[in-house]
């Protein structure tokens, strides 16, 4: 690492709302050298992500940079034109976001938006460019990469989407990556090669890079250093391993202790006891594609069962078998004993109110336009049949129970909420309809761990007072160790193994469900490299950041 790259100095943000400019960031500073991670780290409403974007001279609408100066090698970006910021932005200075989903044009194949930065910025022929996609395509372990560059992005996995954005951010090779949650959507194993990839183009290229992340195992084995921030100022900064092994300040300690939240073993399910819900040798494809094969288990009331795997294992498809949107080519759902039509379309008022979801990216399940009191009162109307005075009462009862005050949240819109409260309205969106059984999928991957926690907890205390079960689709084995009762560990559309919490987190497992252990990462800045050196892996990313031709 050599020469200062970035140099942010008092750098201070505001935001507008009803006409009043509000502080957000309050005049924090670093320095990044070539060659050199700098983790942000904090929880949800920090200022993360708004300095990570004030790096490439950039805020979001609404938002200003107040004051301060942002220097990347010796230009200017706070008052650097926008012709300026043109030649920087996609060149040298790249972005990965954290929603992949919500940041790719659907209108378009991965490979033609991959090809579009090198191109324009004269980096790269179209031809040339397209290959080399595919190559990083290949060493982000994407299936396929020869093809998949030509699926548009609805036909891509969440975590296969955020990969592709990686390999995309990598194109021009830049000087500067700002990395804005890049593993969130990611299965641990996935998560490996990811990181594995990109701490290589670092490493290789002399690039630096600014790494947000709510997950501080992740952030231990990619930073040099490591600033923590809270409600937009500085807590303190060091470098990893002093930060790890001695932080400070309260606050840092009182990140490094979250995920203390383990939900006590429940009595063993009586023999012979109804499911609530019962997935029965069912097979499923999209089209001709089989997705699912011969899947078997069962679901209890007050229970959770979390569903495990990688990213294309079959979870939310097994999901959606269930909710009757993909209607199963063999097989059968049951709800308490009883056969449940295939197709949700067949299925009556009663049967679709029972089994209700929450989604992973609350910022894209929640309608924009409409007010939180709106997106709650509709399913209170449309299942209960609740108009005027008596549909508010339950709106505001909703609240209450998601903890969330009424007066204060009823007529926001979901922009004004951050993402935490967000993902308490979808819980009070899934409640309004008085379910028996809820899919929770990936609810807590986008959440900092100290807001995912809040989730977890509210979620246990829903399901002992209202006694429902949860099917938890999930990558992350801390939530499974925090919240599950039952495991059901799915690879390639199978079920390999499935049994009690307790029994599926001791040895001897099923070699799947070892190499899933094995690869949550720890809070020791060694454990990657020595985990890539066991698996013989320790050069995996330099293909995939090989020289420009």
């Not at 926008?82 to 044009?105: E, P, T």
């Not at 990083?136 to 396929?144: A, I, K, N, S």
């Not at 761990?449 to 949860?470: F, N, P, R």
């Amino acid at each position: 690492m050599s020469g200062t790259l970035l140099k942010i100095r008092n750098l201070q943000i505001e935001g507008r709302a009803d006409e009043t400019w509000n502080p957000i960031i309050n005049g924090i500073d670093f320095d990044l050298n070539k060659g050199e991670v700098l983790g942000l780290i904090g929880e949800s409403g920090a200022g993360k992500s708004t300095a990570g974007l004030a790096a490439m001279g950039f805020t979001r609408d609404g938002c200003r940079i107040s004051g301060g100066t942002v220097e990347f090698d010796g230009i200017d970006l706070v008052n650097a034109s926008a012709a300026v910021k043109r030649g920087l932005l996609g060149k040298r200075i790249a972005y990965v976001a954290q929603s992949a989903a919500a940041s790719f044009n659907p209108a378009h194949k991965l490979i033609e938006q991959h090809v579009e930065a090198p191109v324009q910025h004269g980096v790269q022929d179209r031809a040339t460019s397209q290959a080399d996609g595919i190559e990083l395509y290949r060493r982000l372990r994407l299936p396929d990469p020869d093809n998949i560059g030509f699926r548009y992005p609805h036909q891509v996995s969440g975590g296969q989407l955020q990969r592709a954005m990686t390999a995309m951010a990598m194109s021009c090779r830049p000087d500067l990556i700002i990395f804005d949650e890049p593993t969130t959507a990611l299965d641990v194993t996935t998560q490996i090669e990811v990181l594995a990839a990109i701490r290589d183009i670092v490493e290789q290229f002399d690039t630096a890079a600014i790494y947000i992340t709510h997950d501080l195992a992740v952030v231990a084995q990619m930073a040099d250093k490591i600033k923590v921030l809270l409600k937009g100022d500085e807590v303190e900064e060091a470098d990893t391993r002093t930060m790890l092994s001695d932080p400070k300040e309260e606050y840092t300690k009182s990140l490094w202790a979250v995920r203390s939240f383990q939900r006590p073993a429940k009595p063993a399910i009586n023999t012979g006891a109804t499911p609530v819900i019962s997935v029965q040798n069912v097979t499923a494809a999209y089209g001709t594609v089989p997705v699912l094969f011969d899947v078997n288990f069962d679901i209890h009331q007050g229970r959770t069962v979390a569903v495990v795997g990688e990213s294309g294992s079959g979870k939310s498809t097994a999901a959606r078998c269930i909710t009757g949107l993909l209607p199963p080519k063999q097989g059968h759902i049951e709800f308490d004993g009883v056969a449940l039509p295939l197709d949700y379309k067949k299925r009556n008022k009663d049967q679709l109110r029972q089994a209700q979801m929450i989604y992973q990216m609350a910022d894209t399940a929640l309608n924009p336009r409409k007010s939180i009191g709106e997106i709650i009162g509709r399913p209170v109307q449309f299942y209960s049949g609740l108009t005027g005075a008596d549909k508010r009462r339950r709106v505001e009862q909703l609240l209450e129970q998601i903890e969330l005050e009424p007066t204060q949240y009823i007529n926001r819109l979901p922009s004004e909420l951050s993402g935490g409260q967000k993902q308490r309205v979808g819980i009070a969106r899934a409640l309004a309809a008085d379910p028996k059984f809820i899919i929770c999928d990936e609810v807590t991957s986008a959440l900092d761990q100290l807001v995912a926690e809040g989730i977890l907890k509210l979620l246990a205390d829903l399901q002992d007072t209202l006694g429902l079960s949860y099917m938890f689709i999930t990558h992350d084995l801390a939530t499974v160790r925090s919240i599950s009762d039952e495991v059901v560990v799915m690879k390639d559309g199978r079920v390999v193994e499935q049994g009690p919490k307790a029994d599926m987190f001791q040895p001897p497992h099923h070699p799947y469900t070892d190499l899933l252990l094995s690869s949550v990462p720890e809070m020791d800045p060694d454990w990657l490299t020595e985990l890539l050196e066991k698996r013989g892996i320790d050069n995996i990313g330099d293909a995939a950041v090989g020289k420009m031709v």
